[in-house]
């Protein structure tokens, strides 16, 4: 054991534990969501090189541990069998998370998942000067904890009123949060300057009175460890994919161009300036 | 009101999420196809949710009448599945 390459094995995922030669094998899991395929093998795995115990990390992870050294290509492969992958941690782009969204949630707004999978294939491991999260939530519930995230992804909802199909109810005025919608001779009139696009007058109404479409409030420079910090708002609201991969694209770039090593994206904010950030943003916002 | 002939009347005030959807599709079970339900419910949580659910179950909402006092009262038109 004295060739063991410590850094290699963490890339994979393996954390050494406090008993010697025992390590907690990371997986890789997407937006927290596994099948019952991967659950069997991580079951049989957990028996066989394990103590037959998983551990579900903060981040929808899977992490099995009491794994032995000498036994870690038969698990990977045992793994991979099962369609598992070793996960990642160090300096480098982590498990993404999700929500259920809106293919599950009736307060979804957005399909969180699909999200998920596509900044995975993005940017799942990618070498960085720190640790980077990226979290997916559907909307404004929070279910998800998006500004936790280096960027955090919230579901909104663009939308706008059909006259021909609205009864007039109100419900739509009322359970508005900020007020944005007065209902003024059956004449349905939303304040898109007050508007947070939360989605909740298209969720409540019962006659289906509203164009919507998905789209996505993005924050900047979450950190909940040592440091706490809130992710920001830095753009306004992302209504198409294109737009909000070409945002995510470069903000992780900026990262990657300016932090120091073992530097949280929210350090490199503060110490390289909020402006600069904000005008990288807001041009790849553009397009 | 008046404008409905109501069938049978429910009150899911004296209830919680997510009792009170319950409440109000069980009234609903009990009715023909076309039958009329008016259902009182609280504001808040209910009035966000119970009348978007009812809808998604394929009935049909007329109206929402706000009484005032904290509830409201809704209409919902039975619609039975084909």
């Known amino acids: 054991m004295a060739d063991v390459d410590y850094a290699t094995l963490k890339k994979g995922g393996f954390m050494r534990q406090k008993h010697k030669n025992n390590f907690s094998l990371r997986l890789a899991v997407v937006g927290g969501t596994l099948t019952s395929e991967n659950l069997k093998k991580i079951a049989e795995v957990a028996d ?7 551990h579900l990390t903060s981040r929808q992870g899977v992490e099995i541990p009491f794994i032995k050294l000498e036994n870690i290509d038969e698990v990977k492969d045992a793994l991979a069998e099962g369609g598992c992958k070793p996960g990642v941690c160090g300096p480098r782009v982590r498990t993404v998370t999700a929500c259920q969204g809106s293919e599950i949630c ?3 707004n957005i399909d969180t998942y699909n999200i998920a999978l596509k900044l995975n294939d993005r940017y799942f491991g990618r070498e960085l000067p720190h640790k980077f999260k990226f979290g997916v939530t559907g909307c404004q519930n929070n ?3 998006a500004e936790e995230n280096d960027v955090g992804i919230k579901g909104a909802l663009e939308m ?4 021909e199909d609205c009864i007039n109810c109100g419900l739509c005025a009322k359970v508005c949060r900020l007020d944005a919608i007065k209902i003024e001779d059956g004449k349905v009139d939303v304040d898109y300057d007050k508007c947070n696009y939360c989605g909740r007058c298209v969720k409540s109404c019962p006659t289906d009175a509203w164009d919507s479409a998905p789209a996505y409030w993005v924050s900047f420079g979450g950190t909940f460890g040592n440091n706490i910090s809130m992710g920001q708002e830095l753009v306004p609201l992302i209504t198409d994919e294109e737009q909000l991969f070409r945002v995510t694209d470069a903000a992780i770039q900026f990262f990657d161009d300016n932090a120091k090593a ?5 350090v490199t904010i503060d110490r390289v300036g909020l402006d600069k950030l904000k005008k990288v943003l807001n041009e790849a916002y553009e397009g | 009101m008046a404008d409905f002939e109501i069938t049978d009347r429910v009150d899911i005030t004296d209830v919680v999420c ?6 109000a599709k069980v009234a609903l079970e009990e009715l023909d196809d076309g039958d009329i339900l008016e259902v009182r419910l609280n504001d808040g949580e209910p009035l966000q949710n119970v009348p978007r659910s009812i809808k ?3 009935h049909k909402i007329l109206k929402l009448n706000d009484n005032e006092d904290g ?9 039975e599945e084909d």
């Open chain 1, 48 to 54: 066989k090189f394990g103590d037959g115990h998983v």
């Open chain 1, 106 to 108: 009736p307060s979804g």
């Open chain 1, 143 to 145: 279910c998800l904890k």
């Open chain 1, 160 to 163: 706008k009123w059909k006259s």
């Open chain 1, 262 to 266: 073992g530097e949280r994206f929210k």
């Open chain 2, 18 to 23: 997510p009792v009170t959807f319950v409440k």
């Open chain 2, 56 to 58: 998604e179950e394929g």
């Open chain 2, 71 to 79: 509830t409201y009262t809704l209409i919902v038109k039975k619609v």
